[in-house]
């Protein structure tokens, strides 16, 4: 025990009791005469962040700060709802090891199962939950069976005695484990259903004389009210995992306490049992990093020695030399004046994309910009360097996406551009043009895949995209990622890195293997030549008509009014509205045309120009139309075949005479 630390502890927990006990509608208790409070400090969905490296993870309290709280609060069980073994170096690199020794130290008592627990293989997670059990922790898992003896792979349930009272425990796996970790990792195992599973467990603890129930259940928040709707007679508290969620809740009288992720909280839950054996008061709180560092909490001496050893040892592993660079890649963010990995294509984002598509045998990838921590420098690399380029224990996980599918996750994360934002994209196997100029969910303009332009109704066909974890989850806004279907989990994102780099590169980083090379293009961004096009135009047999035309990248555009004026009197006749407040241009089917008088003018009123794209925007009914506009000499222009499309308007053309024909009562054929 630290001297001084029970006082700040108990104030610290104290001072959260008086703040639930005006806003939580259960019950509350301070330990009153007859009374027995037990203390449940929880954690879930660690990914390996125990203790700080270096500069990263600094948000996480750290495990030596964990046990000391854990030593100095009266009545104390200390558990984990799963996901805490696997994730960064200190603890991967021992294939969780490290982090049983560090659990065990900390004064764990039971932890459930999570789908990362077998990341290390089944077999492995049996020897390390041998070693748990050894130094007082109880690795349990109530619906995880041998498929072949129909056996429980684990323990289903733990139980411990706290002054006198017997609090049972019983955990859920995720039946989603075979996709979230290598299949060949629980080949040989079954996850079954959780109200069944949960209920035979909470019968054993019944008959193993267990006076409190709590459930640990590292599955989603759904399945987690599926089980307190239904066993809300039997469980106290249900200390959930998986799905990251932070706070609490009442469902069926059963209390939900959530600690959010990386150990950036420490979950208290308080029971108070009265004489009767009874539960009179339960309550749930949190422990923030900042409360606790406030509180000035120090941690515990015998846990930090540990975490300093295995720190160490890491770091001897880590940093050694893994690879070379020819190249220096830049994770400088980028601002408004300036290019970086959060608002363009940049080299480093490039190479960690493309590490990521071929590691992970996908069609295509995708990561975030701000998921590039540091620069990649010329010279030696080690492991360290690696892992400051990406800190946060990423797993790399493959998807399954239409061409539909694809446009939404680029639109998502290109819905800030141009700005400098964490979501910008960086990407493999595609390329992309967009138009940072246009509005939310209409940036995209083309991905094309092995130099194929995809079709944006296309929901059949099926590629693969690998992304890292936090996108996955719909992190930086990428719902669209979320919804997909998991295909696999691959390896930490660091590691994949550091294989790419070694076995496809062959060990170094050249100028060739990182750079810009066009696979994300904005169109706003860019500037165009156009010069004076001589072209004649001839509508419904009628006189040819010479207009003010630019050719512009091969293609022929005139001025938006000028189409109103050639169709004006037809069937497909339209007038033009503009509202210059807002930049927006509207096109009113079947209404004449109100004519400005200069239309149709016979020359270019330029010899030749420079351009850029319109930033106007063009409607129809309210519903945007895109378009490819620009503005020359004051002018906004389009490209005839876009307009006479979207009226279904027929239009040929003779290359020899440099004329357009326009037959208004024929529909548009795609030439």
Do not use: C
């Not at 709280?69 to 709802?81: F, R």
């Not at 600690?259 to 949190?286: H, P, Q, R, W």
């Not at 007038?575 to 004449?592: H, V």
């Amino acid at each position: 025990m630290v001297k001084g630390n029970q006082k700040k502890v108990v104030s610290l927990i104290l001072t959260l009791a008086m703040v639930l006990s005006l806003s939580v509608g259960v019950m509350i208790s301070a330990g009153a005469d007859g009374v027995t409070t037990i203390n449940i400090l929880h954690t879930n969905d660690i990914h390996g962040r125990f203790y700080q490296i270096e500069n990263n993870n600094a948000g996480m309290i750290g495990i030596d700060k964990i046990a000391a709280i854990k030593n100095d609060t009266p009545n104390a069980i200390l558990v984990d709802a799963g996901d805490a073994i696997h994730g960064l170096p200190i603890v991967n690199l021992s294939r969780g090891l490290n982090a049983v020794e560090m659990m065990t130290a900390a004064g764990y008592s039971v932890m459930a199962v999570g789908n990362h627990e077998f990341n290390y293989g089944s077999d492995r997670l049996l020897e390390l939950s041998a070693v748990a059990k050894d130094g007082g922790l109880d690795m349990i898992a109530a619906n995880v069976f041998v498929t072949e003896t129909d056996e429980l792979f684990l323990p289903a349930t733990s139980i411990v005695v706290i002054d006198g009272i017997s609090v049972g425990f019983f955990a859920l796996s995720p039946q989603t484990t075979p996709i979230q970790t290598s299949p060949v990792n629980v080949a040989t195992l079954e996850f079954r259903d959780y109200v069944e599973y949960a209920g035979a467990a909470i019968e054993a603890l019944k008959e193993d004389g267990a006076d409190i129930i709590i459930a640990l259940a590292h599955i989603t928040r759904a399945s987690v009210e599926a089980v307190a709707d239904a066993y809300g007679d039997d469980i106290a508290v249900i200390i959930e995992g998986h799905d990251h969620n932070e706070g609490d809740l009442l469902i069926n009288g059963v209390l939900i306490a959530g600690a959010n992720e990386y150990m950036t909280n420490l979950g208290v839950v308080s029971i108070d049992i009265g004489d009767d054996g009874s539960i009179v008061g339960k309550s749930a709180s949190l422990m923030s990093k900042a409360e606790i560092d406030e509180a000035e909490i120090e941690g515990d001496p015998a846990v930090q020695a540990l975490a300093e050893g295995i720190k160490e040892e890491v770091l001897a592993i880590l940093d050694v030399v893994v690879a070379n660079s020819e190249v220096h890649l830049s994770s400088a963010r980028g601002d408004a004046d300036t290019l970086g990995v959060r608002n363009s294509e940049q080299p480093l984002g490039n190479l960690v994309a493309d590490a990521m598509r071929v590691m992970g045998e996908a069609n295509v990838s995708i990561l975030n910009g701000g998921g590039l921590r540091a620069d990649v420098r010329v010279g030696e690399i080690t492991g360290l360097d690696i892992n400051a380029v990406l800190p946060f224990g990423n797993v790399l996980v493959v998807k399954e996406a239409t061409p539909m599918d694809l446009k939404a996750i680029m639109e998502q994360g290109l819905r800030d551009a141009p700005g400098t934002v964490g979501h910008h994209p960086h990407i493999s196997g595609m390329e992309v043009l967009y138009d940072s100029s246009r509005p939310q969910g209409h940036k995209v303009i083309s991905i094309s895949i092995d130099d194929i332009e995809l079709d944006f109704d296309d929901d059949t066909t099926i590629y693969t995209i690998a992304t890292n974890e936090f996108m996955h989850a719909g992190g930086d806004g990428y719902t669209a990622l979320a919804a997909l279907e998991l295909v696999a989990e691959v390896d930490s994102l660091d590691s994949a890195l550091t294989e790419y780099i070694i076995t496809v590169l062959g060990g170094t980083i050249t100028g060739d293997d990182a750079k810009i090379d066009g696979r994300m293009t904005d169109r706003a961004a860019a500037s165009y030549e156009a010069s004076p096009s001589a072209w004649g135009i001839v509508v419904d047999d009628g006189d040819t008509l010479e207009t003010d035309m630019y050719s512009i990248n091969g293609f022929n555009f005139l001025k938006i009014r000028d189409v109103a004026a050639l169709l004006d009197g037809s069937d497909k006749q339209f007038n033009i509205d503009f509202d210059a407040d807002t930049g927006t241009i509207s096109l009113i089917y079947g209404q004449a045309y109100a004519a400005r008088g200069d239309e149709l003018t016979t020359a270019p009123n330029a010899v030749d120009t420079t351009t850029s794209i319109s930033k106007n925007v063009f409607t129809v009914d309210d519903d945007i139309i895109f378009f490819e506009a620009y503005f020359i000499a004051d002018s906004n222009y389009v490209r005839l075949r876009d307009v006479l499309a979207l009226l279904d308007v027929f239009v040929d053309y003779d290359e020899s005479l440099r004329i357009f024909y326009i037959v208004t009562t024929e529909a548009y054929v795609v030439n």
